[in-house]
């Protein structure tokens, strides 16, 4: 079976997020199937940098009134169809935004541009190979299952996943006319969104069958809290949605022989561990402690909640922890982080930006990894902490209530825990999981238990990849075919 699978974003060569991760960890993992992915990208700068025996296969003179070339290539044990268009890709900022974080107000043109692309490839395939599904990650390609829709020839299964519902890519209705789309691809059954243009919500009405990371976020997004606005369309496509959680690459992420942690450590070897967490206090200028050492590895938003454990650094203080915080994101709250850390010296450090390296690091020397989410799809923090033995602490929603069970008195009485729930999802119930945690790392035999019974947590794709195996199987079985 041959997949065709399309993201703006792909480990390790572009990476905002998550989406990244799971886009180059599950072609790798289908391959125990019998499953073989080709993965197209934009052809970004590192892209074009890291693929090898790149040759050309399509030539464009005029896409979206740019030159640009389908390449085909290698990289990281990848089958890579890159879209090397510079005039929308080569630029010094992010994927999607500029230096100064603002959106490429052509946002709109790049990714239909690299939709159509991907939906000729689908349909009549490269050279010698052509895939028997298109599946398409978020909202960047989601366009070309609209294309694919109107196309009166097409007949290739889509499938999208959903990764972040937030993430919707809404434009003008005014672009509409120059899509290249007829004119009912305009309408409340296609790209129509509140009188503006949804790319993710057209690709939602277009995919055969849509799957999100974890089977609660595919129950929380039928509801206005979670649904971003779309939880009608979610509601009447209740029956076509499936949750099926994220796995990580468990040899990237492997602590007895990550090349980017000075000391290899494993379950069977835990004491190896401690050397780490000396060296990341070391690393970040902080005295040694008997208490916790926290840390946050994630995006300074709102959505992560990270305004939440800004507001609550005192209790970590107080407490006699530390705190590390590596990530960049809102303003407001880079702002707060880098306060506390000139307020607490000895007690809080912040890293502004990320590193890879250095979120490795920090997995495999912090006691606790906190994730205060309001929302989380999936999260991969959490399954990187466990892999690493660092006690998730968590918010009670989507994937996150999913991956890691809570250490009340049952769980603990039977050595199931592996970390921290916590809920409601706000401030004060924050700081109540922190001093739940702080009384749990005192009873050290406990939280030893905690962190070796995450640590042989199954964090791999190998049970999700078998889902999606099956799941391609069913829909390419045309009595299922959901949708067109």
Not at 311 to 329: A, N
Not at 332 to 351: G, L, M, Q, Y
Not at 365 to 373: E, H, I, N, Q, W
Request: charge should be negative; glycine fraction near 10%.
């Amino acid at each position: 079976m041959n997949i065709l699978s399309v993201t703006a974003e792909i480990f390790p060569l572009v990476k905002t997020g998550g989406l990244a991760d799971v886009a180059s960890s599950l072609p790798k993992a289908l391959t125990a199937h019998g499953i073989h992915t080709r993965s197209m990208v934009p052809g970004y700068p590192s892209v074009m940098q890291a693929l090898t025996g790149a040759s050309p296969i399509r030539q464009y003179d005029c896409l979206f009134g740019e030159r640009a070339t389908l390449v085909a290539g290698r990289a990281d044990g990848l089958d890579i169809l890159a879209l090397d268009a510079p005039g929308f890709f080569d630029r010094r900022g992010g994927p999607y935004t500029d230096d100064h974080g603002k959106d490429y107000p052509d946002n709109w043109k790049r990714f239909a541009a690299f939709s159509f692309v991907a939906a000729q490839v689908a349909e009549q395939g490269v050279a010698d190979w052509r895939p028997d599904i298109i599946h398409a990650h978020d909202w960047h390609p989601a366009l070309s299952l609209v294309y694919l829709k109107f196309s009166s020839d097409a007949e290739i299964p889509r499938v999208l996943t959903v990764h972040n519902l937030a993430f919707q890519g809404q434009f003008p209705a005014r672009r509409f006319t120059e899509l290249g789309l007829p004119d009912e691809a305009y309408s409340i059954d296609g790209l129509e969104y509140y009188g503006d243009l949804g790319y993710l919500k057209g690709g939602l009405q277009a995919a055969d069958v849509i799957t999100v990371v974890s089977p609660t976020y595919a129950r929380e997004i039928m509801s206005p809290a979670f649904g971003m606005g779309l939880e009608g369309l979610m509601n009447e496509r209740h029956d076509d949605v499936i949750g099926i959680v994220n796995g990580i690459d468990t040899e990237v992420w492997d602590p007895s022989s990550d090349p980017l942690i000075e000391n290899h450590f494993s379950v069977r070897a835990p004491l190896r561990r401690l050397p780490n967490r000396q060296k990341l206090l070391d690393r970040f200028g902080l005295p040694n402690t008997s208490g916790p050492v926290f840390a946050a590895v994630n995006r300074l938003t709102w959505q992560k909640g990270m305004d939440l454990l800004a507001g609550v650094v005192d209790e970590i203080v107080k407490g006699g922890g530390k705190l590390i915080v590596h990530g960049q994101g809102d303003a407001v709250i880079e702002d707060a982080f880098t306060d506390a850390a000139r307020r607490f010296p000895h007690s809080v450090a912040v890293r502004i930006g990320y590193d890879e390296p250095l979120a490795h690091q920090i997995h495999a020397g912090a006691d606790a990894m906190l994730v205060p989410s309001r929302f989380e799809p999936c999260g991969l923090t959490q399954l990187y902490a466990l892999r690493y033995g660092c006690v998730p602490i968590v918010a009670r929603t989507g994937g996150l209530s999913e991956t890691i069970i809570d250490a009340n008195d049952a769980a603990l009485h039977a050595q199931v825990a592996t970390g921290i729930q916590f809920s409601p999802i706000d401030a004060n119930g924050l700081r109540l999981a922190l001093r739940r945690a702080f009384r749990l790392f005192k009873r050290r035999r406990i939280w030893e238990r905690l962190r070796r019974q995450g640590m042989r947590t199954d964090c791999s794709w190998h049970r999700s990849a078998a889902q999606y195996a099956e799941l391609y199987g069913k829909v390419l079985t045309p009595e299922i075919r959901l949708a067109g």
